[in-house]
């Protein structure tokens, strides 16, 4: 069971309050209605699915109930780091490089 | 039998306590303090089992968790037997009973022992070869006998009735492993203040020095300092000693898993004791001392009973004062075979010769043997072992050729050198590096917060172990957050060393083909059997594993996976690092099931969910069914009546005057916010800002993609605060699904959602005396149709407590929803029941809701649709709000499938025979003569015989089903066809004049 | 949204009898007592930063704002779940939904007293008990007296108030009460 730091509650908390949610930093269009078939297809349905460094959504449902986002790596299962929903694609990671 | 094996003043238990205790029906004594196999030893039993393939037969090897051997079932009574127990591991209680496994009909005479005989014909793989045709046979024929005979034990045919308990723990330093090194680290640790837990397998702790009789700490015998230090720890707040644990698994963030074993010691354990507790540890720092495993010679016949680790033998000696024979040999390759047999001829046991196939060995240990007189034979091997059900004679050859010569002997200590267990680290994703000098794998690269120190690091001596572990103790616990230590280190005056050793098969061991010279004894892997793999073109060493079995038993290769490697190696003429370790995996030993579940069983595996009027339901026969973890009324059978008859008069009931039904179970979300109204436009697809206070609306939810998600009727109680329905099912995920979207898609509105599912009981009041059911109860609300009209909603007092009242129908007539707070649930429900019973209402349940929202032909999401059902599809497109231009779903509503023709419709199906009631879930076809596999065309969601329409009704979903009215489709099932005919979804009242009737 | 809320005052005496999810009871061994607590008023009140002031006033107690810490005044207790999210239980007879009707500022109170059910597990096995189904550190450092959080126990979600050293309030939804109360009733019987 992993450790999770959740941004909002300060403190890693254990995974067993958490549920994943998806893929990070795909934003609703807001004219949704008007997106080609492509485009939807693109946002909807299409995911990285990266071997390495992942952005993803993740929710402390049995804590404080707050989505926010989280980079982790997919072959160690890592997370470097967890910052609040709304908050931007992080340019830099702790640790990279390596 | 009478232990003849106990040696007066030898060992640490005291002879006075004996007990009492069977092996095959045999009854035997032993004392306090003895494993069974202790005490099997005293009392000169060493043949405990036949072996899983050959059937050979087999004594103990060893003294603790690694035995291969000595499975054996213990059983209390017919529901408590737990097979493939170590007989080294098993502690002794009074009346204990173990019987042997494997063997048939006895354990001195085995039928299935012919497979030794026929060995040749069992080679590694030989199950892969044989048993391939034909292909059908596998399941039927071979695999199940071939499970039978190879069987490890049998499972008790009744349910487990102990319990097991379970605990989340969280420390600073987690010592796993009580032997001296894990002492000397949780004593630095544990003075600094934090929190220590040290855990051991064994009984006591002491590790090692159980055996090692020449150790000296602190000016005491070694065990002595162990059980004083011990002490000391069990006496600090901040400390947790946990003994008859194991430490199994170590994985992600040091969360380690332990299972204690409480009550498996005890003769009568408390019934309501919990026989395991599975610890779930997250630690900051942890410490590994694991310690080393000696391994076995590999040489032929090694497995004959009484043939025997040398440190299992010293230890029987020391611990438990039991010689394992009277005339004992020994075959080593390195020293810590002298200091058994040293200690064993000092307690007046025979040493017939030591055989050492090191060509000068020296040393102190040595030296002191061949001061005692012991026979010293270097440079030779054992090349086999003479005897049956017991060794009585060892064969010496030099090791390269030559003369041979038998000695006679009733034992046989053998020792090849002692492997570093690095199982958890390797666990918790260290890479071991292997060490060419001393031919071990060691800790390599930590992965975690972890250190190894003593045995297991391969830290020869105790002197060095103990000062590696105390400083490693110390550090953990600073690094953790632990002031300055101040504990006095302690003091190794004295000890051994036994580093070195060989790895693989000794001369003994081939290359004739029917040598047996054992690798894995549980297995029956053989060093021929490993190299055979290797020449039928296994190069990786989990290849060669997984061909042999080798180290793949119960006991995970303990003592067997350094000896299969090597020979693999030496093979294939590579390397040991080249040909690779295979892969530690959890559970270091097997862990019961028990531990797994914990307390998740019978009333605890899963919540049951009542509502409040459960208790009047139960009270008034009530059948229920589990929908989720909810448990709703199903259907209220008078006395005589079936279901199908309860059913039906419920029905007719609601229709005739009226009936009562416990909708507690939906989902209730309070929507409240300047932007309460906007935000239920984006998650629905009806448009609700016109929607007036007061009034309600039945609410589409879809996803993303277009697809229905959820339904619900939805009131709007003020501008800004909305109470929304969702179904049973959807109660958790629309709610996470709305949260979702709030949080992360729509964070700029002003709105939030609060779960109230719970916070009211509902209670469904339908049928045309529905009003006059509840008007005398309620106050302060105009019930009338013009002050409140269908699907409106009024907040006022029913009973004199507050209600949320609803004027909506899932019956399709007048009916109302009785939202009161839930703790008041029952009361409201049988004040309600009271004015019901005056006009012939009745009280129904989901399956009697069921066909009477069908004869209305409303969907219920999840069984009319699956996913992947349109508003379109459902006939619901009147409920997307036309002028909005967003909504969640709406661009999914527009993708190419989902407005393409041809797609599945929801409708009507009469049957031509209105008293066949169709199958849920039964396909539907257009030409019932065709070729199979016909051409589905669509299925059945809902079926049910409707007593108020007098004949059978169903709901399905049919391709271009509206385009189909009239048409005639079948519908074939196993006995007959079924003919029926597509009709629109409304069966009864298609008008709608009953919502007011 | 004060007008609405105000209706649903909860103060008004009912003519009917009320039937808690739990009928009360409790459960002593040797390190714990487990008692079920008598029904209490509760809102979960959800406020954005500017109105956290107006919502003290009116309740008369603090909204804490720091993560898994609770404030209590008066038999009434706030607890922090969220960043904007609060559970407020009153257990003096006072009505705080009727309380925030007044407030102006930006905010949601739902009534919720049914919804949740209470037990106080106390003695001094009670954080062994909890640890039983919670994976969480309830050590006296990591979730000192006053500390509160949203989180689990065995298969359900609970909300944890430390009341005491050895004293905590479990809340849980209504209809998972009889496996809080079952689960905390074998776990206090392991306790050791």
Known sequence: MLLIHCPYCEEERPELEFRHAGEAHIARPTDMAAMSDEDFEKFFFIRSNPKGVIYERWRHVHGCARFFNAVRDTVTDKFVMTYKAGEPQPKKLPGAGK | MMQSFRIPGAGRLTPAKTMRFTFDGQSFTGVAGDTLASALLANGVHLVGRSFKYHRPRGILSVGAEEPNALVDIERDAARKTPNVRATVQELYDGLAATSQNRWPSLSFDAGAVNDLASPLFSAGFYYKTFMWPKAAWKSFYEPKIRAAAGLGVAPDQPDPDHYSARFAHCEVLVLGGGAAGIAAALAAAETGVRVILCDEQAEFGGALRFEAGAKIDGADGWAWAQTAIAKLSAMDNVRLLPRTTAFGYYAQNFVGLAERLTDHLASPDANAPRERLWQIRAKRVILAAGAIERHMVFADNDRPGVMLASAARAYLNHYGVAIGRNVGVYTANDSAYAAAIDLKKAGVDIAAIVDLRDNPSGPLVEEARALGIEINHGRAVIRTGGRLRISSMSVQPKNGGGERKIAVDALLMSAGWTPSVHLFSQSRGKVAFDEETKRFLPGIYAQDCISVGACNGTDGLAASVEEAYAAGAKAAKDAGGKAAKAAKPKVEASENWSRGMLGAAPGAGPDKIVKAFVDFQNDVTAKDIRLAVHEGMRSIEHVKRFTTNGMATDQGKTSNMHGLAIAADTLDKNIPEVGLTTFRAPYTPVTFGAIVGHARGALFDPTRKTAMHGWAEAHGAVFEDVGQWKRTWYFPKPGEDMHAAVNRECRTVRQSAGLFDASTLGKIEVVGPDAATFMELLYTNPWQKLDAGRCRYGVMLREDGFIYDDGVVGRLAPDRFHVTTTTGGAARVMNHMEDYLQTEFPHLNVWLTSISEQWAVIAVQGPKSRDIIAPLVKGIDLSDEAMPHMSVREGRICGVPTRLFRMSFTGDRGFEVNVPADYGQAVWEALWTEGQKHGACAYGTEAMHVLRAEKGYIIVGQDTDGTVTPADAGLDWAIGKKKTDFVGIRGLTRPDLVAAGRKQLVGLRTNDPKIVLDEGAQIVADPKQAIPMKMIGHVTSSYWSENCGRSIALGLLTDGRARMGETLHVPMPDRTIEVEVTGPVFFDEKGERLNG | ?192
């Open chain 3, 1 to 192: 949204m004060a007008k609405a809320a105000a209706k649903r005052s909860a103060s008004a005496a009912a003519s009917i009898e009320r039937h808690p999810a739990l009928a009360g009871g409790e459960v002593t061994t040797a390190g714990v007592r487990l008692a079920v607590l008598p029904p209490a008023e509760r809102i979960s009140l959800r406020a954005p930063e500017a109105s956290i002031t107006a919502l003290t006033r009116a309740l008369g107690v603090s909204l804490p704002k720091a993560p898994k810490t609770s404030a209590a005044k008066a038999g009434r207790t706030a607890l922090w779940l969220g960043p904007d999210e609060w559970l407020v239980i009153d257990e003096a007879g006072g009505d705080p939904l009727a309380d925030c009707a007044g407030v102006k500022g930006l905010h949601s109170a739902v009534g919720i007293s049914h919804r949740n059910v209470a037990i106080s597990v106390s003695g001094r096995q009670a954080a062994d008990t909890i640890n039983a189904g919670c994976p969480q550190d309830l050590s006296l450092a990591a979730f000192p007296v006053g500390a509160a959080s949203r989180t689990v126990l065995g298969k359900v979600e609970i909300v944890l108030l430390r009341t005491q050293e050895d004293t905590f309030r479990v809340e849980c939804w209504r209809s998972f009460s009889d496996y809080v109360l079952a689960f905390l009733t074998k776990a206090a019987t392991d306790a050791a």
